[in-house]
T-cell receptor, first 113, second 113 residues
Framework: EPEVTQTPSHQVTQMGQEVILRCVPI?????FYWYRQILGQKVEFLVS????????KSEIFDDQFSVERPDGSNFTLKIRSTKLEDSAMYFC???????????FGQGTRLTVV | GESVGLHLPTLSVQEGDNSIINCAYS??????FIWYKQESGKGPQFIID?????DKRQGQRVTVLLNKTVKHLSLQIAATQPGDSAVYFC????????????FGGGTRLMVKP
């Protein structure tokens, strides 16, 4: 069964450093997303991406965040200068078309120290 | 404001019993809802969805009920098994906002053997 894959599974970084979280969405999917989940809290939307541009973003997705689809398979989330409060699980998701189920990856646990 | 929320943070049931997890939403324009299961350390896993033109939808051992009058939906799990132990989230799909998902706070289901 096709799945969304994310790497790395765990990333530890020092405050102020840049991190790039990587995702390979399901191959025939057209919409891509990043969500985050702070420990013990609900999943929060960060950004949606379609046709090589951002379609929606939340208040969390400030100038420190960026997304990119550098080739036909990868979808990345970059945090330019990490803060302690960026520590969370980051999930990538994709859907084949609007109003269809989103498939989530297993997540990247980001720990900022 | 618009929100999706859950009534109970923890539900404990005996193995073999039926489980009911509830969720309220506030955006009357919402037209698509999804239930996700999240096991520890994993990403959300799709369980079942329902569109606003339906009141009920059944899957394997799971049923989702939608009451648009009171903006409430529920997830029923029949013959609950230990493998059903997880956190369950309802999510509102916003077609007019890049198909982003707004998650509720989650209910932890604990199945006692």
């Amino acid at each position: 069964e096709p799945e969304v894959t994310q790497t790395p599974s765990h990333q530890v970084t020092q405050m102020g450093q840049e991190v790039i979280l990587r995702c390979v969405p399901i191959s025939n999917h057209l919409y891509f997303y990043w969500y985050r989940q702070i420990l013990g809290q609900k999943v929060e939307f960060l950004v949606s991406f379609y046709n090589n541009e951002i379609s929606e973003k939340s208040e969390i997705f400030d100038d420190q965040f960026s997304v990119e689809r550098p080739d036909g398979s990868n979808f990345t989330l970059k945090i330019r200068s990490t803060k302690l409060e960026d520590s969370a699980m980051y999930f990538c998701a994709s859907i084949v078309w609007l109003n269809t189920e989103a498939f989530f990856g297993q997540g990247t646990r980001l720990t900022v120290v | 404001g618009e929100s999706v929320g859950l009534h109970l943070p923890t539900l404990s049931v005996q193995e073999g019993d039926n489980s009911i997890i509830n969720c309220a939403y506030s955006n009357s324009a919402s037209d698509y809802f999804i239930w996700y299961k999240q096991e520890s350390g994993k990403g959300p896993q799709f369980i079942i969805d329902i569109r606003s033109n339906m009141d009920k939808r059944q899957g394997q051992r799971v049923t989702v009920l939608l009451n648009k009058t009171v903006k409430h939906l529920s997830l029923q799990i029949a013959a609950t098994q230990p493998g059903d132990s997880a956190v369950y989230f309802c999510a509102e799909n916003r077609y007019n906002a890049g198909n982003m998902l707004t998650f509720g706070g989650g209910t932890r289901l604990m199945v006692k053997p």
